[in-house]
């Protein structure tokens, strides 16, 4: 009898019209599953990030309570960053290049909501606004992070023999006074508004803000 590994299979698409398929491996039914983890990440059918974004927010929250425990028990406010880093904010950032770009405004308030909380419960009566919270502690807010590492991703890209190939070169620089031909990279031409605002075009985009201010 053969052995069949669990299997699933999911359509991607943006369409608001219902596609429905059937598949089958040795006469057994796949199921159609709509949301899917690889490597950490919530993958949906739809190419959302959605999904992704609650399941960074309450693995984040689950962990605050170790905030809380240890300021009660009088931890050091500087040993409470350092936690509070260690193990609550590196869950904020996991793959943090991939979905970065494609994030809602309702979704990068969520995330950075995170370290709001975390700031309150670490200074207490010190906290006053988020702004002079980040000021006190030296941190920077959770999106300019993401920022970074989009663009240290794309930095490290031109030095990578294969991923260089990712940021061309614009041939037609400083041919003419175009903007887009004074631009040091080409980026990516997009069709759609998704693709537009996905990882590569953004970091290609990224990387011409970066020279164009050296």
Not at 47 to 67: H, V
Not at 107 to 135: G, W
Request: glycine content about 2%; hydrophobic content about 35%; some cysteine.
């Amino acid at each position: 009898m053969p052995f069949l590994l669990q299997c699933n299979f999911m359509i991607f698409s943006r369409s608001k019209t219902d596609f429905t398929t059937r598949l089958s491996i040795n006469d057994n039914q796949l199921d159609r599953i709509s949301v899917t983890k690889l490597l950490g990440l919530c993958i949906s059918e739809d190419l959302s990030w959605e999904q992704n974004t609650k399941n960074i927010c309450r693995k984040a929250y689950s962990r605050i309570s170790i905030l809380t425990k240890l300021k009660y028990v009088g931890v050091s406010t500087e040993d409470l960053l350092d936690i509070y880093v260690l193990f609550i904010r590196s869950t904020t950032e996991y793959c943090a290049v991939a979905f970065h770009s494609s994030l809602t405004v309702e979704q990068t308030t969520d995330i950075e909501r995170i370290q709001k909380t975390c700031l309150k419960i670490i200074l207490n009566d010190s906290y006053t606004s988020y702004s002079d919270a980040l000021r006190i502690t030296g941190l920077d807010t959770l999106q300019d992070r993401r920022e970074k590492r989009c663009l240290s991703f794309a930095r490290k890209c031109l030095a990578h023999p294969v991923n260089k190939r990712l940021f061309p070169r614009n041939k037609n620089t400083n041919k003419n006074d175009n903007i887009r031909c004074r631009e040091k990279f080409t980026v990516n031409f997009a069709r759609t508004a998704a693709y537009e605002k996905s990882t590569i075009p953004y970091c290609q985009r990224l990387l011409n803000s970066y020279f164009s201010s050296l």
